[in-house]
């Protein structure tokens, strides 16, 4: 039987409200509904960390962060002992590629590092911006078209870009107007590699990573996308008046001056106007991107590859959005970071139509692509394959008793904290560690996530229980496999 390959879409900072399927009225994913429809939706998925590094090393690896020690963003090398999910897929024959971010080591102005990833075609690119003489495949492929990214980029109003002081995702677009045009759109560039890569893979299989850099900020879709969105019917962000007296200060700290400890947009300053505009925005950026998923099932089809193609579709982790009164991502233990939108497309092989129900998190992954692809899952992967479920032999509603997600230091100058965030479905505990302050919510009462518990006197028995909980994943859940006992003396 010929081996399936694997077409791999991750998308940078989506949450998981922003599909149509999944019940967002506003957004149209079209594509995103189809492969809901024809193949499965995991409801209650997780990531393993609420910041982009931390999360990959623990989807591409199957374990978890604190296993790999790759805890936060911008390390200065991926461990040469951890093993990356292609890389097995590599050593059994597939053809291996990746278009876009890779994000396991610092690549912040420096190219990054690369570990032994298995991927034999790497076109590189960790943000849109030029901030790379050399290296960074994305611009190669506009300069090739006779395209200057700073005179295209804003519609060629580049007076926010002049400053080298001001880190690209961190500059505001000019008022009313879009950003690169579709035609020369990074997540344009991606797909339009991605058919070449298949293209050159002949009759082998190939396991392909699509890693596009929307729709992290800033919030700059082609200006045809912002203008498809009326903003003035979007709702407000979720935040109510004073819910953030009884959570951690820094919240507050981020509300008052921008999220992301200052970085981000100010929640307390910015106009309702605005507020909706950066979300009709994201969502913007979501319809280019779903657009592109259309088309790579499109040629999927026209070539004949698409019955034997595994489709994955996720995000390393969410956006605040203005909810709670925050923006960005950071140390925030929300709905809003850490749940995220994961679907599966194998049509004749995975159960069509199927809403999996139970806890899921993103560290199941690369075990879940070697069970699917008939390949033996490592002993030191701490995730566990969801094969069972989507081939019918669990139900539906089959989850794992809780997730478990950590933020430990992983930006640098940001929320310098270590917090490890325990939920069973029902209550999320995260303590925040070297503090005398944590997190409680019950989102069975309060699925808003208003009313932090932790220092409720009626919760105090429910605190400790969470607690012993949480202390047991946290110890139990990461502690890496490796070595393999043979022997027991």
């Not at 309702?272 to 099932?297: M, P, S």
Request: charged share 25%; with cysteine.
């Amino acid at each position: 039987m010929k081996k399936p390959n694997v077409l791999w879409i991750c998308a940078d900072q989506q949450r998981y409200d922003t599909i149509t399927a999944l019940g967002n009225p506003i957004i149209r994913t079209p594509a995103l509904d189809e492969m809901a429809a024809k193949g499965a939706v995991f409801t209650r998925a997780y990531t393993q960390c609420p910041v982009c590094t931390p999360s990959r090393a623990s989807f591409l690896t199957g374990r978890y962060p604190k296993t790999t020690r790759v805890c936060r963003n911008g390390n200065e090398y991926f461990p040469s002992d951890e093993i990356l999910v292609t890389k097995l897929f590599a050593l059994q024959g597939y053809k291996c590629g990746l278009v876009g971010k890779l994000h396991l080591s610092a690549a912040e102005e420096i190219v990054e590092v690369r570990p032994d990833d298995g991927y034999g075609f790497f076109e590189w690119s960790e943000h849109p911006h030029d901030d790379w003489e050399q290296g960074h495949a994305y611009q190669d492929w506009l300069k090739a078209k006779g395209i200057d990214w700073s005179e295209v980029y804003c519609l060629g109003d580049g007076k926010n870009q002049s400053d080298p002081q001001l880190s690209p995702w961190k500059k505001i677009l000019p008022s009313g107007k879009g950003g690169m045009d579709e035609s020369y759109h990074q997540a344009t560039w991606a797909f339009e590699r991605a058919e070449y890569f298949i293209e050159t893979c002949g009759e082998s299989p190939w396991l392909l990573s699509i890693n596009i850099f929307d729709p992290h900020p800033p919030f700059d879709p082609p200006k045809a996308y912002r203008d498809r969105i009326d903003s003035e019917k979007i709702p407000l962000p979720k935040y109510r008046e004073g819910e953030l007296d009884g959570k951690p200060p820094f919240q507050r700290f981020d509300y008052e001056h921008g999220g992301q400890n200052g970085t981000g947009p100010c929640y307390k300053t910015t106009s309702d106007a605005d507020k909706r505009q950066f979300i009709a925005d994201y969502y913007a950026q979501i319809e280019l991107i779903d657009r592109k998923v259309e088309g790579i099932i499109a040629f999927l089809k026209k070539t004949g590859q698409y019955e034997n193609t595994i489709i994955l579709y996720h995000s390393d982790h969410g956006e605040m959005l203005g909810d709670h009164g925050l923006y960005w991502k950071g140390c925030y233990v929300y709905e809003e970071l850490l749940h995220i939108p994961l679907l599966f497309l194998w049509e004749g092989r995975i159960k069509s139509g199927l809403h999996c129900t139970g806890l899921t998190e993103l560290v199941d992954l690369a075990p879940t692509l070697l069970e699917l692809c008939g390949m033996e899952i490592p002993y030191y992967m701490q995730g566990k394959s969801l094969v069972p479920v989507l081939t019918g032999k669990t139900p539906p509603h089959t989850g794992k008793s809780h997730i478990y997600s950590e933020y430990y230091n992983a930006m640098k100058g940001i929320h310098e904290k270590y917090v490890s965030i325990y939920f069973d479905g029902r209550y999320k505990i995260a303590v925040h560690h070297g503090e005398e302050l944590g997190e409680l919510y019950d989102l069975k009462v309060d699925p808003g996530e208003f009313e932090n518990l932790w220092d409720v006197p009626e919760h105090r028995e429910l605190k400790f229980t969470l607690l012993k909980h949480c202390f047991d994943s946290t110890l139990m859940a990461t502690m890496d496999p490796k070595p393999r006992v043979i022997r027991y003396f």
